[in-house]
């Protein structure tokens, strides 16, 4: 009989996904058959796998991530129903995998939501007969009072998959003990009855001092914690814009939001920035993790609210990242005044997918988006292309040979990713096309759909040189000045021993190259399941 483990939380962010795909692991390591499972995620940020018809679909990141640790296929079935905000209170809903229209919340609810419900009961069934354990991820908070009759990745999923359930309790913001006790205290009774323990997450410092309210909780509400995780980033992607850097993080300044990459020991006056503007519908920013970790390079997330040339004039380079909502962010980009600023910029320029069609000349068949604007919206005008949006989306996985040009300059091999996007692009003029027929370069800008495109090593070097570029404040060329990151490689490290990977400063290593290692290093004899607390 197929056990179903849900990992619940007192509040969003509190390392819900994190628990999810360690708990995959441990058991794939054990010899057990395990699958990760969302029965509703809200996420801008999506992959592509196969779909219970065998096309390709969408699904929330966290449970492609999750697919991994547990050692399976990601499929839809993981994540049956997935919203994914697109501004104005709308969110285009996908149903096993395939966007099937925008709803507001009200008529989600009143009009989708048996159908979202009919279909995760089906996608766990599946997983249920493929797989002895499911580990199955909450949304949120679970004692979310004016959604229990709705509430279908927490209260819902817990009684359809007659799933235990751990209760995952952020102690970073403080408050912890009472946000477990709140959030038992507001359960309906038949999913209180299932609650096996609760875990602290993002403890910093001697986990003992905790061991008076552990007692104490433990006596009031007969749930045990069953175990401390300490503060930790194990690189997983982010869920959503929430993750991202606010004003005050680290590595910030004039009209920087924050700044990632800052731990790797490498002084910032020696690495290379890479600006991003914050679009205020960004999606899929995950692809700009790899390059965060890249030893010597920083992510600065810039305002769209900052003067115009603040944000981009200590850059290096510029990624402009996917967008749930192009028109409408281009439209943004341009009141901020970045459009100008980019055109001014110098340095090499990057667009992926909503960034890549924010870059072009124009956008063509914009109402389709149902923004509310025109027909035809005019771009940033950096690469000669014309984008055309037609209702039909696009979404497949997909691998394309590196033709090293533009901004990939060097770059050789191959890089696999996906492709997610409505609209197609097309050249206004002659340009290279290194990433396939719908990418476009010339010498300082690229566009591309290729989401993954950074987490290929030869991709990702380029990005990581300092160019030569032009001051805009000053209004002459000028190299930079500072010296290249300290034993940063030139080259791409080889690839045939995971012990390679160990050399490269703690922090750096992608998702891809955990999962390698942790494939070669921690395979262990079959062992049988855990019986106790969960089970």
């Given at each position: 009989?197929?056990?179903?483990?849900?990992?619940?939380?007192?509040?969003?962010?509190?390392?819900?996904?994190?628990?999810?795909?360690?708990?995959?692991?441990?058991?794939?390591?054990?010899?057990v058959?395990?699958?990760?499972?969302?029965?509703?995620n809200?996420?801008?940020?999506?992959?592509?796998?196969?779909t219970?018809?065998?096309?390709?679909?969408?699904?929330g990141?966290?449970?492609?991530?999750?697919?991994?640790?547990?050692?399976?296929?990601?499929?839809?079935?993981?994540?049956?129903?997935?919203?994914?905000?697109?501004?104005?209170?709308?969110?285009?809903?996908?149903?096993?995998?395939?966007?099937?229209?925008?709803?507001?919340?009200?008529?989600?609810?009143?009009?989708?939501?048996?159908?979202?419900?009919?279909?995760?009961v089906?996608?766990?069934?599946?997983?249920?007969?493929?797989?002895?354990?499911?580990?199955?991820?909450?949304?949120?908070?679970?004692?979310?009072?004016?959604?229990?009759?709705?509430?279908?990745?927490?209260?819902?999923?817990a009684?359809?998959?007659?799933?235990?359930?751990?209760?995952?309790?952020?102690?970073?913001?403080?408050?912890?003990?009472?946000?477990?006790?709140?959030?038992?205290?507001?359960?309906?009774?038949?999913?209180?009855e299932?609650?096996?323990?609760?875990v602290?997450?993002?403890?910093?410092?001697?986990?003992?001092?905790?061991?008076?309210?552990?007692?104490?909780?433990?006596?009031?509400?007969?749930?045990?914690?069953?175990?401390?995780v300490p503060?930790?980033d194990?690189?997983?992607?982010?869920?959503?814009?929430?993750?991202?850097?606010?004003a005050?993080?680290?590595?910030?300044?004039?009209?920087?939001?924050?700044?990632?990459?800052?731990?790797d020991?490498?002084?910032?006056?020696?690495?290379?920035?890479?600006?991003?503007?914050?679009?205020?519908?960004?999606?899929?920013?995950?692809?700009?993790?790899?390059?965060?970790?890249?030893?010597?390079?920083?992510?600065?997330?810039?305002?769209?609210?900052?003067?115009?040339?603040?944000p981009?004039a200590?850059?290096?380079?510029?990624?402009?990242?996917?967008?749930?909502?192009?028109?409408?962010?281009?439209?943004?980009?341009?009141?901020?005044?970045?459009?100008?600023?980019?055109?001014?910029?110098?340095?090499p320029v990057?667009?992926?997918?909503?960034?890549?069609?924010?870059?072009g000349?124009?956008?063509?068949?914009?109402?389709?988006?149902?923004?509310?604007?025109?027909?035809t919206?005019?771009g940033?005008?950096?690469?000669?292309?014309?984008?055309?949006?037609?209702?039909?989306k696009?979404?497949?996985r997909?691998?394309?040979?590196?033709?090293?040009?533009?901004?990939?300059?060097?770059?050789?091999?191959?890089?696999?990713?996906?492709?997610?996007h409505?609209g197609?692009?097309?050249?206004?003029?002659?340009?290279?096309?290194?990433?396939?027929?719908?990418?476009?370069?010339?010498d300082?800008?690229?566009?591309?759909?290729?989401?993954?495109?950074?987490?290929t090593?030869?991709?990702?070097?380029p990005?990581?040189?300092?160019?030569?570029?032009?001051?805009?404040?000053?209004?002459?060329?000028?190299?930079?000045?500072?010296?290249?990151?300290?034993?940063?490689p030139?080259?791409?490290?080889?690839?045939s021993?995971?012990t390679?990977?160990?050399?490269?400063?703690?922090?750096?290593?992608?998702?891809?190259?955990?999962?390698?290692?942790?494939?070669?290093?921690?395979e262990?004899?079959?062992?049988?399941?855990p019986?106790?607390?969960?089970?």
């Amino acid at each position: 009989m197929t056990r179903t483990v849900l990992i619940a939380g007192t509040a969003s962010h509190a390392g819900k996904s994190t628990l999810a795909a360690g708990l995959c692991r441990l058991l794939a390591r054990r010899g057990v058959s395990v699958a990760p499972f969302k029965a509703q995620n809200m996420s801008n940020n999506a992959r592509v796998a196969l779909t219970p018809d065998g096309a390709w679909g969408e699904l929330g990141v966290s449970q492609h991530v999750q697919a991994r640790a547990a050692r399976v296929p990601a499929t839809t079935d993981m994540n049956p129903v997935l919203l994914k905000p697109r501004g104005d209170g709308e969110s285009q809903l996908v149903i096993d995998g395939e966007a099937i229209d925008h709803v507001a919340a009200g008529g989600y609810y009143e009009d989708h939501w048996h159908t979202a419900r009919d279909a995760a009961v089906a996608a766990h069934c599946r997983l249920a007969a493929d797989h002895d354990v499911v580990v199955a991820e909450g949304a949120g908070s679970i004692a979310e009072i004016n959604l229990h009759d709705r509430d279908l990745a927490n209260v819902e999923c817990a009684r359809f998959a007659d799933a235990r359930i751990l209760i995952a309790v952020d102690i970073e913001r403080g408050g912890a003990f009472a946000s477990l006790y709140g959030t038992l205290e507001l359960l309906p009774d038949d999913v209180r009855e299932r609650v096996a323990g609760a875990v602290i997450t993002k403890f910093r410092g001697d986990p003992s001092l905790l061991e008076p309210g552990i007692d104490e909780i433990e006596e009031r509400t007969g749930v045990p914690i069953v175990g401390v995780v300490p503060h930790d980033d194990p690189g997983l992607p982010a869920e959503d814009s929430l993750s991202l850097p606010d004003a005050g993080d680290s590595g910030g300044g004039e009209g920087v939001l924050g700044t990632l990459g800052a731990d790797d020991g490498v002084p910032d006056e020696e690495s290379v920035r890479i600006a991003v503007p914050r679009l205020p519908r960004i999606s899929n920013f995950t692809d700009l993790a790899p390059l965060a970790r890249e030893p010597g390079v920083r992510v600065a997330y810039v305002s769209l609210d900052a003067a115009v040339d603040a944000p981009l004039a200590d850059a290096d380079a510029v990624v402009l990242p996917g967008s749930k909502n192009t028109v409408d962010d281009l439209l943004a980009l341009r009141e901020a005044g970045l459009d100008e600023a980019l055109r001014r910029f110098e340095g090499p320029v990057v667009g992926v997918c909503g960034g890549y069609q924010i870059l072009g000349e124009r956008i063509t068949g914009a109402d389709v988006e149902g923004t509310g604007s025109e027909s035809t919206v005019e771009g940033v005008g950096v690469l000669p292309v014309e984008t055309h949006f037609s209702p039909d989306k696009r979404v497949e996985r997909v691998t394309r040979t590196v033709d090293g040009t533009g901004p990939l300059a060097g770059a050789t091999g191959t890089a696999a990713g996906y492709e997610i996007h409505m609209g197609r692009s097309s050249p206004t003029a002659d340009v290279a096309r290194p990433l396939g027929p719908e990418s476009a370069a010339t010498d300082r800008a690229l566009g591309t759909y290729l989401h993954g495109l950074f987490e290929t090593t030869p991709s990702r070097r380029p990005s990581s040189r300092r160019p030569t570029r032009r001051d805009p404040r000053e209004g002459r060329s000028r190299p930079r000045t500072r010296a290249p990151p300290t034993g940063r490689p030139t080259t791409a490290p080889p690839t045939s021993s995971p012990t390679t990977s160990t050399s490269r400063p703690r922090g750096s290593a992608t998702c891809a190259d955990r999962a390698r290692l942790a494939t070669a290093r921690l395979e262990s004899p079959p062992m049988p399941p855990p019986e106790g607390i969960l089970f």
